[in-house]
């Protein structure tokens, strides 16, 4: 079969190779891949600026076909549509952080797509427990944003203390922004987006899904903008999805006392920031990394109650063969989420 692989360390590294397909362990599922995302984490093992360990399959924002299932597994069955929890292909499952449920900080953990192999493939495996059967009614594209989608669930319904009333702000419309901004209209929340001149296609679409306000730093103030959606007062919480200085900059100065700052984004690298604030207004600062297994029970309960779509965030569906004008694409703010399919 073909996969797409990181082949070594360095910048680029990149390529479709031939490969042999995987087999299936007693405790493992395999799945015939019908759409795998394009992530900002594999951009960043093209660029090589996310931990990887080459030779590594790309991709893990995935759904297929299960088309085998090992001996040992009993919660998915052969021909069921199913997503995959990547996060967890490697851990020790004996740390406290194992232990509590929080697995992101396990110091052995690897995830699939650059610790182990991922989903930019025909075929993939998964060991059992890392497997989701898909609410009826859920398309397989749509199931390929699950895993993006945890990162949004967690962060606003289990992270922050979001309450109806409240006024928030998503500072960058990527993908990840855009579904924060979809649970929080579902939550009831008045939500102002800000983003670039870059940013105009997705500030658009933010604007169609139900925005109270979007911003576009380039051609307007945002302090002008949310004096006037609250008063005067500032915004209750803040989510910093852009992973930028001057993203996070503006949250900070846009939250009134007592407010929340939520950080989603990865700046990869060290910033500068006016964190005085944060003592003078008494805010609240939090970081989500990730997800859990409770957050993955209530994405799908959200999804099966279908009180959040997915499918108009997807932009572009391509050919795996296509990868590179994919990757372009998301590098230039040009799509939401792009998916990629095996032909």
């Not at 599922?29 to 360990?53: A, M, P």
């Not at 949004?152 to 203390?161: C, D, G, R």
């Not at 200085?245 to 700046?267: D, H, M, W």
Request: with cysteine.
């Amino acid at each position: 079969m073909k996969a797409l692989i990181k082949y070594e360390p360095g910048v680029g590294n990149v390529e479709l190779r031939e490969v042999e397909e995987p087999a299936c362990g007693d405790n493992q599922v395999k799945i015939e891949v019908s759409f795998c995302g394009v992530c900002g984490t594999d951009l960043h093992v093209y660029e090589d600026t996310f931990r990887n360990f080459p030779p590594v399959i790309l991709g893990h924002e995935f759904s297929g076909r299960v088309v085998q299932v090992g001996r040992l597994v009993s919660n998915i069955q052969p021909d069921d549509h199913a997503t995959v929890l990547p996060a967890t292909a490697v851990t020790c499952g004996a740390c406290s952080f194992c232990r509590m449920g929080y697995f992101m900080f396990c110091a052995d953990r690897r995830g699939m797509g650059h610790g182990v192999n991922g989903a930019f493939a025909k075929y993939v495996v998964a060991r059992g427990d890392q497997v989701y059967k898909i609410p009826a009614g859920l398309s397989l594209a749509e199931a390929a944003l699950c895993e993006p989608f945890a990162s949004a669930v967690q962060a606003v319904l289990q992270v922050t203390n979001v309450r109806l009333g409240d006024v928030a702000l998503v500072s960058g419309p990527g993908p990840i922004g855009l579904l924060c901004l979809k649970i929080l209209l579902a939550e009831g929340i008045k939500t102002i987006v800000a983003g670039t001149g870059e940013d105009a296609m997705r500030l658009e679409k933010a604007k169609t899904l139900g925005a109270s306000a979007v911003v576009n730093l380039s051609q307007q103030e945002l302090s002008t903008v949310v004096a006037e959606e609250t008063k005067g007062a500032g915004v209750d919480v803040a989510f910093e999805c852009a992973g930028a200085e001057a993203s996070a900059a503006n949250c900070l100065r846009a939250l009134k006392p007592l407010g929340q700052y939520t950080q989603v984004g990865i700046f990869g690298r060290k910033i500068s920031l006016d964190f005085d604030q944060v003592f003078h207004k008494q805010l609240r600062v939090a970081g989500s990394v990730g997800y859990t297994t409770s957050t993955w029970d209530r994405l799908l309960k959200i999804l099966e109650q279908k009180a959040v779509s997915l499918n108009d965030l997807i932009t572009h569906k391509m050919l795996l063969e296509s990868w590179q004008e994919a990757f372009k694409l998301c590098e230039r703010k040009q799509a939401i989420k792009v998916l990629l399919s095996p032909s």
